[in-house]
């Protein structure tokens, strides 16, 4: 695949990106105090974001800033972000910053795409917090209709807690969504 390159978004004249995910700085002079240097440009090492994206720093009128590389890559090959648009790695790869895998689109199809792949954070979730099961019968109806899974014996409990604090009563949660938990189950044999 041949390697395209294109001027950074913002930053033309200083910096390039290519259809493969790579920056780097432009060759230009400089003037430091009275002297004019050459500074040869040199491919930019980028860094991973707590979230696995990849960027770089890209310096303009003496002020640094982190870019994210795939927002480079897609602003320079398929134009600038629509409103209510966010970039998609088609993959569900945040470090894979080919053209060809990123695109624009809504929130709602990014995180399709994460639930696709298995990397969303509730895909492959098979019990609540409180280690209750997540399946029938412990699956809150309106929630599943909704295309989520939401545990019916937590669901319960949040309601009774609520009147608790209403008549000021103590209440544990955990065994309470455990009683509930097991009456659900019992009530399913």
């Not at 920056?23 to 707590?50: A, N």
């Not at 949040?158 to 544990?172: G, L, Q």
């Amino acid at each position: 695949m041949d390697e395209r390159w294109l001027p950074a978004p913002g930053y033309a004249g200083l910096y390039e990106v290519s259809n493969q995910g790579r920056v780097h700085s432009l060759d230009r002079t400089v003037r430091r105090g009275r002297q004019l240097m050459r500074i040869k440009g040199v491919d930019l090492k980028p860094r991973p974001t707590p979230r696995g994206h990849l960027e770089v720093v890209l310096h303009k009128d003496g002020k640094p800033r982190d870019c994210l590389i795939h927002v480079l890559v897609l602003t320079a090959f398929r134009g600038p972000r629509p409103p209510g648009m966010q970039t998609r790695h088609l993959d569900s790869n945040p470090a894979n910053n080919w053209d060809g895998n990123l695109a624009w689109g809504t929130p709602s199809e990014n995180m399709q795409d994460c639930v696709a792949a298995g990397t969303h954070v509730n895909a492959n979730k098979t019990c609540c917090d409180y280690d209750h099961p997540l399946q029938l019968p412990n699956l809150v109806a309106n929630a599943l209709r909704a295309g989520k899974r939401q545990c019916k014996a937590c669901h319960w409990t949040y309601a009774a807690r609520s009147r608790a604090k209403r008549r000021n009563e103590v209440f544990d949660f955990r065994m309470v969504a455990d009683a509930y938990h097991a009456r659900i189950l019992a009530s399913a044999a």
